[in-house]
């Protein structure tokens, strides 16, 4: 991922548009263009999304879901997208109408790590997400073929690694029955 050398301001960005469809992280002032997901990653955030939502309705909660196009603000100078998220309906509503940036922490995130992506998503972001205060953190795995649920405790982050046909353990979602495998092939 190639950054520009362009530096912006938090409102520079807010409003930065460059007339394509790239989506762009921005950090310590520059921005950083979000590589196209692959089909198979996309196949994985539609999947979770529809399990997510399916889930959000049963328990009967006022959450709703970012899908790639809801950032969070991780410090003064930082503004991550993560691929999914699960924000409270008063998030929702504070970002109706202005650009969707949160600056209070959604309850969860899922990146979908890709090649170009591992470092940012298991060092940067997860070092960033608990900083901010994000009680929840999955990271689903291609290349390794395995899903992480990262759960907040004082300040960091307690990792849970799945594989194969183990059921995932998410605190937010505590009844969902979701494997590992089900996750990489989307369905």
């Not at 409003?15 to 989506?23: A, H, L, P, V």
């Not at 955030?45 to 309705?57: C, M, N, T």
């Not at 409270?88 to 209070?104: H, K």
Request: aromatic share 10%.
């Amino acid at each position: 991922m190639t950054q520009t050398t362009q530096q912006l301001t938090f409102e520079e960005y807010l409003s930065y548009d460059d007339g394509t469809d790239i989506r762009y992280e921005w950090v310590d002032g520059e921005l950083y263009p979000m590589t196209p997901a692959t089909r198979q990653h996309g196949r994985i955030i539609f999947y979770l999304a529809r399990l997510l939502a399916g889930e959000i309705q049963r328990l009967g909660q006022a959450w709703e879901l970012g899908l790639g196009d809801v950032g969070v603000q991780t410090t003064e100078r930082r503004v991550r997208i993560p691929d999914l998220c699960v924000l409270t309906l008063e998030q929702a509503q504070v970002i109706e109408n202005i650009a969707a940036i949160l600056t209070t922490p959604p309850l969860l995130v899922v990146e979908i790590v890709s090649p170009e992506s591992i470092r940012r998503d298991y060092r940067t972001k997860r070092s960033e997400y608990a900083a901010v205060g994000i009680p929840e953190y999955w990271i689903v795995d291609l290349l390794a073929q395995k899903s992480s649920i990262l759960q907040l405790e004082e300040g960091f982050y307690d990792v849970y690694e799945f594989t194969g046909q183990a059921s995932l353990v998410s605190p937010t979602f505590a009844e969902l029955t979701l494997r590992p495998d089900q996750i990489l092939r989307g369905i």
